[in-house]
């Protein structure tokens, strides 16, 4: 895969539950990509202040200065003078990501999008599923469950709340795989 866009920019999604790393492999990409001394800028979904206002911060506590936006009406104009634009927790956004999105790669941007595919229920998480079919390239991380050992691919709520947005990290969720995943707990 080309660092930089040549001809065309393409879109790269990276998706999973919580705790598989899908933070730490954006940082990662948008790390090369300054290394290669490319244009680079990252971009968060403002509701996401678990660490930081204004920085991407990984589990791990590696971080990234980003702009944090509250509508995806506003990525637009503030990346389309980048090389690489980084995304995170994309299913916080709205349906219109996936066009802006799809704008960035024809201006060839290189769009590397980061979220979770599934919510707490098991069901499709915001525009991430049309994301993930406009994608160039796809990746699906997996984490390990927090019962068994097992490869997880499940997020499950161990907080009460039941509204589909619930910003927490371990106090709140779990990584499940498919077996030890209980959608009873979670309506």
């Not at 619930?166 to 969720?173: M, R, T, V």
């Not at 498919?178 to 979670?186: A, E, H, I, S, V």
Request: hydrophobic share 35%.
């Amino acid at each position: 895969m080309h660092q930089k866009p040549i001809q065309n920019g393409w879109i790269e999604v990276i998706c999973g539950s919580m705790f598989c790393g899908k933070t730490e492999e954006l940082l990662k990409r948008l790390r090369r990509a300054e290394i290669a001394n490319l244009r680079v800028k990252a971009f968060k979904a403002k509701v996401d202040n678990r660490y930081s206002k204004d920085k991407i911060v990984s589990h791990d506590k590696n971080t990234i200065n980003s702009i944090p936006l509250a509508y995806s009406s506003e990525l637009f104009d503030l990346a389309n003078q980048y090389d690489v634009v980084g995304i995170d927790e994309a299913q916080f956004f709205d349906d219109d990501l996936v066009n802006i999105c799809k704008n960035l790669a024809k201006n060839k941007t290189r769009v590397i999008i980061a979220g979770l595919d599934k919510d707490y229920k098991g069901l499709p998480f915001g525009p991430m599923p049309l994301i993930m079919c406009e994608a160039d390239y796809l990746d699906k991380l997996s984490a390990i469950c927090m019962k068994c050992g097992k490869d997880a691919s499940y997020t499950q709520r161990i907080a009460t709340q039941t509204e589909q947005i619930l910003i927490g990290e371990a106090d709140a969720y779990e990584a499940r795989c498919r077996n030890c995943f209980n959608l009873q707990k979670n309506k």
